[in-house]
C-alpha cells in the first residue's frame, strides 16, 4: 500500500465522467501499439550509445520492443519484484529504460526514476522515503559509478538489478535474464490492476531542500498528455526526439505520453549533447522535438551552424523550464516556420501551455499563456478545460483578479497528483482545504484578463525599496540580448532598500567585455522601469543547474555574494 492520498470515489467517477480517466493502463495502451503495428519503429538509440553507456545502438520495432518489455518484465517477477513493488531506478536514456518502465507496468510494480547525476547525498534520502524493493543502474554510464554508490546505501530487503557488461551479482543481470513466460502471463491474468494505481514516483527538482516524492497514476498521466501532443500537433506514427532524462514531466508527460498515444518511434537522448542532437533530428527526421531556451536561442543565432543543419523535418518544439525569448520564438517561426510550443509543468500536475493555434502570436506566446484553454479529453467527448486555475496573494490571500497583480497560481483538476509520497504534512501545507495545489510559482493575468504571465517563484522575487521585481522577467528581456549567452538576476542583501538587483551573465564569446551599462541601456530601450535595472554585474563562465536543467538561482546568488567578499 503507497503511503500517499488515494483518490476519492467521488473523484474517480467526476473525472471518468469527464473523461479524462479511464480504465486503461499504460501497459494496456502500450500493448494495444504493438499488437496494431508489430513492424513500425517504436525506441531508437543514440548513436553515442556507447559513449554515454554500454552497447550498439539499438533500432527495436514494436514486435521487438513489446518481446524485450515481456522478457524484463518476467525478470522482474523473478527478482521477486510484483504488484506495489517499488524499483528505484537510475538510468540514462538508452532503450532498456522505457522498456523497463513498461514492464514494470505490466507487473503493477511502481517505478521511481531519479537523475543520473545523483550520488549518495540524494539518493540516500530518497532511499529512505520509498524503502525501494529494488534498485536499478547500468554497470556503465559516462563519468558515474552506480553500482559501487548504491552498494553502500541499499538495504538487505533491497535487491540490486543492473543492465550491461560485468554485472555485480549474476542473478540481478537484467541484460540476459529471462522469466517465466507462463508465470508472467498468469500474474497479470491473476493481478487486478486498476488505471487509478500508482504507476512512477517522481521527485522534485531539490531546489528549495529535501526531496519530495510525487506519486502519479497510469490516469494522471494520461490526463495530462494532451496538454502536449493536442497544441504541439502530434500525429499517429510521428517520430519524436525526447533529450530530456526520463525522470520528470516533460520526458514523461510530454514525449513518452505522446509517442504512446501516436504509436509512433521514440528517438532516445540524454545525457544532452548538441551535435548529437542535431545530427539526430538531421537523421532520423521526428516532427517534435524538447529543447531548452539556451539550445534554442543559441542554434538561432549561430547562422554558420544553422546553414549546416536540417531541421525541416519538425513541425513544432516544445521548450521550457525558463522564461522564452520572443525574439528566439519569432525567429523559428518566421525563419524555419517552426512553431516553438511554451510550456510550463511540474511533476505534481501543473500544466500551462502556449501553443501556435491558440496564440499564434510568436511573441505572445513566449510571455502569456492561455487561461481557460480547452482539449479534448484522452476519452472523447467536446474539448474542455482540463485544470481548475485560480491566483491568490500571497500577502493577504485574497483572489487576485485584476491585471498585473501578482498571485501564486494554485490549481486543481485530473491532472493533479493526489499528496506526496510518506508525507503527510508536506501534503497538508502543499494543498488548500477547497483542494487546490498550491504551487508556489507567481502568475500575473495580463491581455484584458486572457492570459496568465509567468512571474517568478514565491521566493524569488526581489523586493527593492518596496517593489516586487520579478527576477524571472530580467532574464526573459536579456535573452534577446546579442553578447550574452544566459543572463540571471538575484537580489543582493542592502541595509537601505532591503534588496538591490544583481546579475550574473554568461558571455556568448568567452573572455568578451560586457559593461553593466550596456545591459541596463538594453534594458532601458525595451521600456522597464529604472527600479529594475541591474545594479551589480558578475560575469561566470556558467550558471549552476541541476539536473533537470533549471537554473539554481540561490546558487547563483550565494557564489556571487560569496565573490564580492572576497573582491
Known amino acids: ?298 542554434l538561432l543565432q549561430d547562422e554558420a551552424l544553422l546553414a549546416r543543419v536540417d531541421l525541416s523535418s519538425l513541425r513544432t518544439i516544445g521548450s521550457g523550464s525558463a522564461p522564452l525569448a520572443p525574439a528566439m520564438v519569432r525567429g523559428f517561426q518566421q525563419r524555419l516556420g517552426i512553431g516553438v510550443v511554451n510550456l510550463f509543468g511540474s511533476n505534481e500536475g501543473l500544466s500551462l501551455v502556449s501553443g501556435p493555434d491558440d496564440v499564434p502570436d510568436p511573441d505572445e506566446r513566449a510571455s502569456y499563456f492561455p487561461r481557460a484553454p480547452l482539449f479534448r479529453a484522452p476519452y472523447g467527448g467536446k474539448p474542455a478545460r482540463h485544470m481548475q486555475t485560480r491566483l491568490v496573494s500571497p500577502d493577504d490571500g485574497k483572489r487576485v483578479t485584476a491585471d498585473g497583480v501578482p498571485g501564486e497560481l494554485q490549481i486543481r483538476g485530473p491532472t493533479i497528483f493526489e499528496g506526496y509520497y510518506a508525507a503527510a504534512d508536506q501534503t497538508a501545507a502543499a494543498f488548500t482545504r477547497d483542494g487546490y495545489f498550491r504551487t508556489g510559482d507567481l502568475f500575473e493575468i495580463a491581455g484584458n484578463g486572457r492570459f496568465y504571465r509567468f512571474v517568478g517563484r514565491c521566493k524569488d522575487l526581489i523586493i527593492r525599496g518596496g517593489y516586487n521585481i520579478s527576477p524571472e522577467e530580467l532574464d526573459q528581456l536579456l535573452g534577446g540580448h546579442p553578447k550574452l549567452a544566459e543572463a540571471c538576476a538575484f537580489g543582493i542583501p542592502d541595509a537601505t532598500l532591503g534588496e538591490r538587483i544583481g546579475l550574473a551573465i554568461v558571455p556568448r564569446e568567452a573572455g568578451e567585455a560586457i559593461e553593466l551599462q550596456e545591459l541596463t541601456d538594453f534594458l532601458k530601450m525595451r521600456g522597464v522601469a529604472q527600479f529594475k535595472l541591474p545594479e551589480r554585474l558578475f560575469v561566470v563562465e556558467a550558471l549552476p543547474r541541476n539536473a533537470l536543467n533549471k537554473v539554481l538561482r540561490t546558487q547563483v546568488r550565494e557564489r556571487a555574494l560569496a565573490a564580492s567578499q572576497t573582491q
Request: charged fraction near 20%; include cysteine; proline fraction near 8%.
Open 1 to 298: 500500500m503507497v503511503p500517499a492520498p488515494r483518490p476519492s470515489g467521488l473523484k474517480r467517477f467526476r473525472y471518468r465522467a469527464a473523461r479524462w480517466w479511464g480504465e486503461r493502463t499504460l501497459a494496456q495502451m502500450f500493448l494495444e501499439n504493438a499488437a496494431r503495428h508489430p513492424e513500425r519503429l517504436a525506441v531508437v538509440d543514440a548513436p553515442n550509445r556507447a559513449v554515454v553507456a554500454f552497447g550498439e545502438p539499438r533500432r527495436l520495432t514494436y514486435a521487438e520492443f513489446s518481446a524485450e518489455v515481456d522478457r524484463i518484465a518476467g525478470a522482474l517477477l523473478e527478482s521477486g519484484l510484483g504488484k506495489g513493488s517499488i524499483a528505484l531506478v537510475q538510468m540514462p536514456n538508452i532503450a532498456e529504460l522505457p522498456a523497463l518502465y513498461f514492464a514494470c507496468a505490466r507487473i503493477g510494480a511502481i517505478i521511481s526514476p531519479v537523475p543520473v547525476q545523483y550520488r549518495a547525498h540524494e539518493l540516500k534520502q530518497i532511499i529512505a522515503i520509498v524503502k525501494p524493493q529494488a534498485f536499478v543502474c547500468c554497470t556503465q554510464v559516462k563519468g558515474c559509478d552506480h553500482v559501487s554508490e548504491a552498494r553502500a546505501l541499499l538495504t538487505p530487503e533491497c535487491r540490486l538489478l543492473t543492465f550491461g557488461p560485468a554485472p555485480p551479482e549474476e542473478r540481478g543481470d537484467l541484460s540476459h535474464a529471462r522469466g517465466d513466460a507462463r508465470r508472467l502471463q498468469k500474474h497479470c491474468r491473476r493481478t487486478k490492476q486498476s488505471a487509478d494505481d500508482i504507476f512512477t514516483i517522481c521527485w522534485t527538482s531539490g531546489t528549495t531542500g529535501a526531496p519530495k516524492g510525487v506519486p502519479r497514476s497510469h490516469n494522471h498521466w494520461v490526463a495530462i498528455a494532451p496538454a502536449t501532443y493536442q497544441p504541439a500537433d502530434i500525429r499517429d506514427g510521428d517520430i519524436l526526439l525526447n533529450p530530456f532524462p526520463m525522470i520528470n514531466m516533460a520526458s514523461i508527460g510530454g514525449v513518452t505520453m505522446s509517442w504512446l498515444r501516436a504509436a509512433g518511434t521514440m528517438v532516445l537522448h540524454h545525457p544532452f549533447d548538441a551535435n548529437v542532437f542535431l545530427q539526430q533530428i538531421a537523421a532520423e527526421k521526428p516532427s517534435f522535438t524538447i529543447a531548452p531556451p539556451a539550445i534554442l536561442n543559441m
